[in-house]
């Protein structure tokens, strides 16, 4: 079975009850990725490779990542799937902290200030990002929360900001009636990087804190943040060791053809 992919996000280094098995470094094009990569073995032989998007001791700010890197450093050690973790503030006051959504849309708000594509030198590529996330590894994604017994939504929509900065309470009014409802800073543009190599990409959305202004709290901090991914990190490892068996051995996706009728 082709590698599976985790990417980590703040608070997540590892996955508890993986077992590290090796740890490879990988230049890309595009730069230095976060970190090597980590080569880990679930129970059953399963091999995952995982990568901590901030880097070892999150010493990486979510505007300062090389996503291009990330995303082509997994497509170089034989990657085809892979399943990101993103701590969010809850938009939606439904999503309190300690929630878990499988998000299903991505608005975009970082503002053009990352490197967002692989192909601004001789190919002119339109991406086809309709539906942002893989529709199969979603599915995979909520029957392995369902075995796990860990509540998880099931729709939603992730609103990325440029970070790394914190949210004014007018900014998170606004993006809830633009119909987000979890927000966070790394979602993109890891999403496309990884529909440009043709990778299929969905995420686990675990909500650290409310968004500001969704709650009583005058002030919104980083510790809370840590606090409950840490928190969360069970539930997470429970999704994990679900979903590799509910992973079909084919991509019957759309993601594998990404590139098909996207040139000009
Ligand atoms: N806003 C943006 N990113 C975040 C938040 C938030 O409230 N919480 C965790 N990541």
Known sequence: MPLIGVIGG??????????????????????DPS???????????????????????????????????????????????????????GIDSAFAPGSIVIPDQILDFTGGGRPATFYEEKDVVHVDFTEPYCP???????????????PAAGKGTYVCTNGPRLESRAEVAFYAKAGGHVVGMTGMPEAILARELELCYSAIAVVTNFAAGVSD???????????????????????????????????????KDALKDSRL
């Open 217 to 255: 709290a005058k002030k919104l901090t980083t510790t809370e943040v840590i606090e409950y991914m840490g928190k969360s990190a069970e539930a997470i490892r429970q999704i994990l060791k679900e979903v590799f068996p509910l992973i079909p051995g084919r991509r019957g996706c759309p993601c």
């Open 136 to 150: 199969e590894l979603r599915a995979s994604l909520l029957g392995a929360a369902k075995k796990a017994g860990v």
């Open 10 to 31: 703040s608070g997540l280094y590892g996955i508890p009850g993986l077992e590290e098995v090796g740890r490879k470094a990988v230049k890309t094009p595009f730069g």
């Open 35 to 89: 970190d090597s990569y980590l080569i880990a073995e679930f129970s059953g032989g399963v091999q995952a490779v995982f990568l901590p998007r901030h880097g070892a001791g999150h010493a990486v700010a979510p505007h300062k990542i090389n996503y291009r890197a990330n995303i082509w450093g997994m497509k170089e050690l034989g990657v085809e799937r892979i399943i990101a973790v993103n701590a969010t503030g």
